[in-house]
């Protein structure tokens, strides 16, 4: 891909001035740019405006009044809550149990989906919890573990249980929820592309494999799965990233509880920004998932999407 | 040996469809359930029993348009989804084109730093987005929502557009340069024309992420001026009542409906748009 023989003005090569030739040369230099540019200005409006504003006020107390200079005491009050830290460890117990199940369960139906003669017809009918607003995936939830009570209802009739449950209560309880209204919405996400990239996978090799007596599983686990690798890295990081700032599910279900045991980071800097009004405390607590954030992309996900290329 | 070769295989058909029926039963249960409860009167709804043979009513339905101004709702959602996609397509096409049609300085840099936009949780630039909105008197309004869903899927839209741009093969456009066409007019006669899918799967998919959002749309559209679908569901209280759940999984099903469509539309190149071209499915 040269670029010197490219001519940004199609009428650039019959134009027998010096000056209007050079102009030319240097537009052709900075076309590129200039077609990029748009996008970038208007994506550093959402990202690199608010990361510096979010710093400065970091550095402040803003409540209702004028900001008032307080150096690092937004940090060192981050630093000691307990509130914080255990936003962190929620984000990080649900997001990877979720994670994880999501992806197992994903990969074992892909394995038996994508040689299947129905496998269209499997892939409509998996995607279908995705396609719902996350906000009614929420209220389906919400209604059927708390307020109607119908899953405890369903055990009693089974005779799993003689009582109520008190999911509300319950920190693990509330956690298994916000877990399952994740993997029931989320897992079609990975399933599509795992099923994608098994079938895009070079079928001679499978036929010779299976010639040679290996069985499906065997297939699967020795060239099926290492063949999937940079296609499993970049779909999880893509679920990883949505699942980290899960919002949605906690703001319509638990509302960070009971005793904040569900409440995430993202839910926790809505509730002191919007709801205590602490804005400073919450930028705070932005700047570190800002950087939490700049350090996991550029140490995994620009690896991923690299191998991903390639 | 021949037969026990087939019962192992039938067996293995046994257990394949077990798992893939009883996934699909799980998928489609908790739909079927909350489909019961958009047609059914809200006394029957939270009850001491649950109640798993409703009276069928059409209760909802007549709420959702006549209690609130749903029409409005509807169409500040269509405006702002649509509006956002157009924003992205006139910010991405000339971007991807540039990322992967040109070789300059900083070209992988630029591209990784619009990909990772996409990893900015909302939560981190919620507060200084409000404020920059409040500022420009932006708040309440479906301008705003737009502006924010833009914003949230440029990433996504460039990288779709761009994996279909680099398909292309070369020599297309150098029989197009040798005829003398500009750089611009092959973008336009030639490229955009021959990734028409990656630009329909590349809106399809914004169109989804734009329904979704939930948290920007909480924080700007503070009154029901600029609700959308999916905050609207969040605020269908009657007050002392509690949340109104009918309203909420007619609503629910009203959106999920054209989504459903549009995405079995364009089944084949999903994979390749939900992971911004990295699979090519």
New interface residues.
């Given amino acids: ?3 010197t ?6 009428a650039a090569q019959s134009a027998p001035v010096r000056t209007y030739r050079r102009r030319s040369k240097r537009l052709k ?1 900075w ?3 200039l ?2 540019a ?3 200005i ?2 550093m ?3 690199l ?3 510096i ?2 710093i400065v ?1 970091s550095f402040y107390a803003v409540k209702f009044g004028p900001w008032q200079p307080i150096g690092f005491g937004n940090y060192e009050r981050l630093w000691g809550d307990y509130q914080f830290w255990g936003a962190l460890w929620n984000t990080f117990v649900m997001g990877s149990i979720a994670l994880t199940l999501q992806c197992v ?1 994903a990969l ?2 892909a394995f ?2 994508y040689r ?1 003669p129905w496998v ?1 017809g ?8 995705m ?6 995936v929420a ?3 919400k ?2 573990f708390l ?4 899953f405890a ?1 369903l055990l009693i009739r089974i005779g799993l249980i003689d009582g109520n449950i008190a999911f509300q209560s319950s920190i693990w309880m509330s956690r298994s929820i916000l877990i399952l209204a994740d993997v ?1 919405q989320w897992t ?2 990975l399933f ?2 795992f ?3 098994l ?2 996978q070079d079928e001679e090799v499978e036929e010779a494999a299976r010639l040679d007596g290996a069985s ?1 599983w065997s297939i699967f686990w020795n060239i099926s799965l290492p063949m999937m690798k ?2 499993i890295a ?2 999880l990081i ?1 679920r990883g ?1 949505d699942i ?2 899960m ?2 599910n906690v ?2 279900i638990t509302k960070g509880g009971p005793a904040f045991g569900t409440e995430t ?3 926790f ?2 509730r002191t ?2 709801k205590f009004f602490d ?1 400073g405390y ?2 705070s607590a ?1 700047v570190i ?2 950087i939490l ?1 700049i350090i ?2 550029q140490l995994v ?2 690896r991923a ?1 690299v191998s ?2 390639e | 040996m021949a037969s026990q070769r087939r019962k192992s295989r039938s067996e293995s058909l046994t257990l394949r469809y077990a798992i893939l029926g009883g996934w699909a039963l799980f998928c489609l249960m908790p739909v079927l359930w909350f489909l019961s409860i958009g047609f059914r009167p809200r006394t029957e709804i939270i009850t001491a029993q649950p109640i798993y043979w409703p009276t069928f009513s059409l209760d909802a339905f007549w709420m959702i348009f006549e209690d609130w101004p749903m029409w409005k709702y509807l169409r500040n959602s269509v405006l702002a989804i649509i509006g956002s996609v157009l924003i992205d397509l006139v910010l991405a096409i000339p971007a991807a084109y540039s990322l992967s049609r040109y070789t300059y300085r900083g070209r992988d840099d630029i591209g990784f730093y619009i990909l990772s936009t996409r990893m900015m949780a909302p939560a981190i630039v919620a507060i200084p987005i409000f404020f920059l909105f409040r500022n420009a008197g932006l708040l309440d309004s479906v301008w705003a929502l737009m502006l924010i869903y833009a914003a949230i899927n440029l990433s996504f839209v460039t990288w779709i557009i761009r994996s279909y741009m680099m398909d292309i093969p070369k020599e297309l456009e150098d029989a197009a340069k040798t005829d003398g066409a500009g750089d611009l007019r092959i973008l336009w006669e030639i490229i955009i024309p021959a990734i028409l899918p990656g630009i329909i799967t590349a809106s399809v998919i914004a169109m989804i992420f734009a329904i979704n959002e939930f948290l920007f749309t909480l924080l700007i559209a503070s009154t029901p001026n600029a609700y959308t679908m999916s905050v609207a569901l969040a605020n269908f209280t009657g007050g002392s009542d509690g949340l109104i759940y009918n309203a909420i999984a007619l609503v629910a099903f009203l959106a999920f409906v054209p989504v459903f469509i549009v995405v079995v539309a364009i089944q084949k190149h999903l994979s390749r748009g939900l992971t911004m071209g990295a699979v090519k499915g």
């Fill in positions: 891909m040269s670029t023989n490219l001519s940004a003005t199609g230099k076309f590129p740019y077609l990029v748009p996008a970038v208007y994506l409006m959402i990202t405006y608010p990361g504003y979010a006020q369960i074992a139906l038996y989906a299947d269209k499997w892939r409509i009918i998996f995607l279908v919890p396609l719902f607003m996350p906000s009614a209220f389906i939830y209604l059927f307020d109607a009570r119908v209802d029931w079609p996400f599509i592309i099923v994608a990239a079938q895009g499906w940079p296609v970049v779909a893509l990233i980290t700032t919002f949605t703001f319509i980071i993202s839910y800097i809505y920004g919007f804005f919450a930028s932005s998932m800002l954030t996991i992309a996900v620009k999407f991903a290329k």
